[in-house]
C-alpha cells in the first residue's frame, strides 16, 4: 500500500487468521488498516500443519469436540469459551469454503483426520500437510478484495497510544523505518505466539510476544501466562530452523527412540507415542538427560511405514526434510522438543475485550479460557477463526472517536542495523527460560531466572530498533510467564514442577492474572 494513514477507523496490529478473519468482519463498519511486522506470509498461521478440528463430520457431535477439550484443558477451560468455539466453529469453517479454502476430499466429501486426544475423526487438512498456509491464502485473499481494509507489511507496532485510560491508536515503525503514530477508535491485538521466547521453538521469528507486551504496558491484564505448550518433536539439526514434525506423524505409526534406537514410550504411558505430547516432551527429556550425551536427541523413525503413502500423507515435511538431506522414508530423524503455543495472553472476555478501553485481542495472543492449561491439538486455527470473526463484530459496535487531526511527525530513526548487544540479551534471555522456565520447572530455577531478568532490565530500557523493542517485549513477557509459573505451585495441564508434581484443586483451580505487578488467581 501507498504511505501509512494519519488516522483510519480500526486498526488491527496481526494479519494470521484471528487478525484477517477480524479485519473481514470490521469491514463493514469501517475503514481498517492491518499491520503485520514482515510479510503477511510470516506468521504461525502460515506454519500450521495439522489441520483445523470442527464437529462436522457425520459420526461427530459438538458434545463431544467440547469434551475432549475440556479434558485436554485440565481443569481450567472456560467452558462457555468452549462451547462458542465448538457451536461456532462450523459455520465458520463452511463460509471459509465459500471463501474459497480447498481443504482435502475423497471424492466430494471432506476428509476427517483423527489426531490424538480427540475421541473423533474431525480435523481438515489441505495438501496434507499445508492447512494453515491454505487458510491464511484465502482469509488474504478476501480482505484484499474488501475495499475497506489496507495491509501494511513490514509495519511494526512498537506501542499503544492511550489518553485517560482507553486505547486511541497506535505507534509503529514503519517499511522505512520512519516511527508514526496512527489514531483510531479500536485497537485488535492478534500478534500471535511467543515461541521466541525460548531457545528452541517451532515459531517463526516474528512471534516475540509483541501483543502480550504491549498489552500489559498499557495497564490490560494478563492471564495464564505459565502455559506453555512443548511440542515433542521439532527437527534438530546444528543451522537449521526448528521444523515441526506434527503429530500426525505419530498417529499415523511413527515411532521414538532414544539414543540406543530403543523405543521408550512404553515405559512412560499406556498409550505409548500417542500419549499427550506435554506426557512424550517430558519423556524425551529424560531419555536425552540420561543418555549422558553431549548434545543429546531423539529419534523419530517412520522407516517401516509405506513409503508412498507416507509421501503423499506429509507432502511438505517429506519436501522439507528432503533439503536437510534426510528422506523420511529411509532416515530417522533427529529431533528434540521445542516451545509451540501459548495458551495463556492478554484477557479477554468472550467478545475480544480486554481490560482496557478500545483494546481488543483475539488468537494465540489472547487468553479467552478455551484452552485452560493445555491446547488440544488443531483447536487454535478454529480459536483464530471464531474469535477473531467475534471479535471483530464487537468492535463494530465501538464508536467511531477520531478526529482526524494527524498526530505530530517524530524524529525518524532506521530500521536497523541492529543494536550491539541486543541479540546477545535475547539470546540469554532464550536460554534462560528454556533452562530454567521449560519442560520442567523448580522454584529455585525459576527464582534465579527472575533474578536474572531483572538485572537485565537496563539494557533494555530505550529501544529504538525494531529489534531491541522485540528484545523488550521477549524481556518483559519473560518475566511475566516466571512469575506466573513461580505463583503456581502445583503441576497443571503443560505446567509441569517437579517441586510441586500434583494438582492443588483447592488453591489453583483457578487462572492466573498479572495485575499490574502482582499474580492473582482468580
Ligand atoms: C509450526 C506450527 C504448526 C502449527 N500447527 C497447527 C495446527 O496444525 N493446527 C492448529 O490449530 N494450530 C497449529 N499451530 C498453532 C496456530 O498456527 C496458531 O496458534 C495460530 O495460527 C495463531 O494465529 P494468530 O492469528 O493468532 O497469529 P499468527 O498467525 O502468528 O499471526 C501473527 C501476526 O501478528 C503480526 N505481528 C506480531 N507482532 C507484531 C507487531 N509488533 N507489529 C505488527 N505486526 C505484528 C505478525 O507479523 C503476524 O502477521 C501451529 C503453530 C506452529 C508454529
Known sequence: MKG????????????????????????????????????????????????????????????????????AGDGLCNTEAVKILVEEGPQRIEELILWGTQFDRAGTKLVFGLESAHSRSRSLHSQGDSTGREILRSLFARAQSLKHISVAQFAFATGLLTDAGKVTGVALIDEKGTPLDIACSAVLLATGGMGQLYRNTTNPEVATADGVAMAYRAGAEVSDLEFVQFHPTALYLKKAPRFLLSEALRAEGAHLRNFELNRFMGKYHSMGELAPPDVVARAMVHEMEVSRAKDPFIYLDLTHLNATKVQKR?????????????????????????????????????????????????????????????????????????????????????????????????????????????????????????????????????????????????????????????????????????????????????????????????????????????????
Open 314 to 522: 506429509f507432502p511438505r515435511i517429506y519436501a522439507t526434510l528432503m533439503q536437510h538431506n534426510i528422506d523420511l522414508t529411509e532416515d530417522m530423524i533427529p529431533v528434540r522438543p521445542a516451545a509451540h503455543y501459548a495458551m495463556g495472553g492478554v484477557r479477554t472476555d468472550l467478545h475480544g475485550k480486554t481490560t482496557v478501553a478500545g483494546l481488543y485481542a483475539a488468537g494465540e495472543a489472547a487468553s479467552t479460557g478455551v484452552h485452560g492449561a493445555n491446547r488440544l491439538a488443531s483447536n487454535s486455527l478454529l480459536e483464530g477463526l471464531v474469535f477473531g470473526a467475534r471479535t471483530g463484530k464487537e468492535m463494530t459496535l465501538t464508536a467511531k472517536s477520531t478526529s482526524g487531526a494527524a498526530p505530530p511527525p517524530r524524529a525518524a530513526y532506521s530500521n536497523g542495523p541492529v543494536d550491539v548487544g541486543v541479540e546477545e540479551v535475547i539470546g540469554q534471555i532464550q536460554d534462560l527460560m528454556w533452562n530454567e522456565v521449560g519442560m520442567v520447572r523448580t522454584r529455585v530455577g525459576m527464582q534465579k531466572a527472575i533474578k536474572n531478568l531483572e538485572e537485565m532490565a537496563p539494557k533494555l530500557a530505550h529501544p529504538k530498533t525494531r529489534r531491541s523493542h522485540e528484545a523488550a517485549n521477549l524481556h518483559l513477557a519473560a518475566l511475566l510467564v516466571a512469575r506466573s509459573a513461580l505463583a503456581r505451585e502445583e503441576s497443571r495441564g503443560a505446567h509441569y514442577r517437579t517441586d510441586y508434581p500434583g494438582h492443588d484443586d483447592k488453591k489453583f483451580l483457578k487462572h492466573s492474572v498479572v495485575r499490574a505487578d502482582r499474580v492473582v488467581f482468580v
Open 4 to 71: 501509512l494513514p494519519a488516522e483510519t477507523d480500526f486498526v488491527v496490529i496481526g494479519a494470521g487468521v484471528a487478525g484477517l478473519r477480524a479485519a473481514i468482519e470490521l469491514a463493514a463498519a469501517g475503514r481498517v488498516l492491518v499491520l503485520a511486522k514482515k510479510e503477511v506470509t510470516d506468521s504461525n498461521t502460515q506454519q500450521a500443519q495439522g489441520g483445523i478440528a470442527a464437529p462436522l463430520s457425520d459420526e461427530d457431535e459438538v458434545i463431544l469436540h467440547l469434551q475432549d477439550t475440556l479434558t
